[in-house]
């Protein structure tokens, strides 16, 4: 099965395409992103993040690239929650500042008064994958950790470089993509969403053999 990732963010593609070559679904699921797409439908692709909940901007972006490409798609939405701040940037997480380093100074600058405690915060993922115009189904991720005093870390992207998951000393920045894929909210969401593409091709199998 063909299977667009309908985003822009190159962070995101590449460990959407990392979890796709280490999956067992590698053989079955041929996963594209919407480079692939020819230049008019992907000039046409600018879904607006209007929704309340990671869940609903997810299935925005999903429904609007079903919309275009009129093939199976899936589609995540992805915010840093951070406690001290009342669960902010939450939704707002990418428009927050301008660009990632405005981001990061922002967020720093706001917990100047936490105390070491206080600093914790966990980066949710909603996936939501379209089979069909009525078929939709929404999967999540959340890993829990807390912001560090400064930027750690090259690799990674967005706000990783402030992201120390529960359990590590290292930020998510200085974590592999493998590293970082085998607990984070991404990879939750991607693990939850190939169970159960691997549940449905095998009935789909089965049903076909009887
Ligand atoms: P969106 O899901 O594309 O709206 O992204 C929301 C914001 O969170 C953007 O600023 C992203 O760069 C950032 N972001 C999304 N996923 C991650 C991640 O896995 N690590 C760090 N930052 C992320």
């Not at 951070?82 to 997480?93: D, E, I, K, W």
């Not at 929404?138 to 400064?150: D, E, M, P, Q, W």
Request: charged share 25%.
């Amino acid at each position: 099965m063909r299977l667009c990732f309908a985003s822009s963010n190159s962070g995101k593609i590449e460990e959407v395409n990392s979890f796709f070559a280490n999956s067992k679904l590698t053989s079955s699921v041929d996963v594209y992103g919407v480079d692939s797409w020819d230049t008019y439908l992907s000039s046409q692709f600018d879904p607006q993040e209007t929704g309340s909940t990671f869940q609903e901007n997810a299935a925005i972006k999903a429904k609007e690239a079903y919309r275009l490409i009129k093939a199976p798609v899936f589609a995540e939405d992805t915010g840093l929650c951070v406690g001290f701040l009342n669960g902010a940037p939450g939704v707002y997480s990418a428009r927050y500042e301008k660009n990632d380093q405005a981001r990061m100074r922002k967020l720093l600058l706001e917990l100047k008064s936490a105390k070491e405690n206080q600093r914790t915060a966990s980066f949710v993922t909603a996936l939501c994958l379209m089979l069909s115009s009525q078929d939709s189904i929404t999967f999540f991720g959340r890993v829990k950790g807390h912001i560090a005093l400064s930027q750690r870390g090259e690799k990674g992207f967005g706000y990783d470089p402030l992201f120390i998951p529960d359990g590590f000393e290292q930020s998510f920045a200085e974590l592999t993509t493998d590293e970082k894929q085998s607990i984070s909210h991404r990879g939750q969401a991607l693990g939850r969403m190939a169970n159960f593409l691997q549940r449905n091709t095998l009935k789909k199998l089965t049903a076909k053999m009887s």
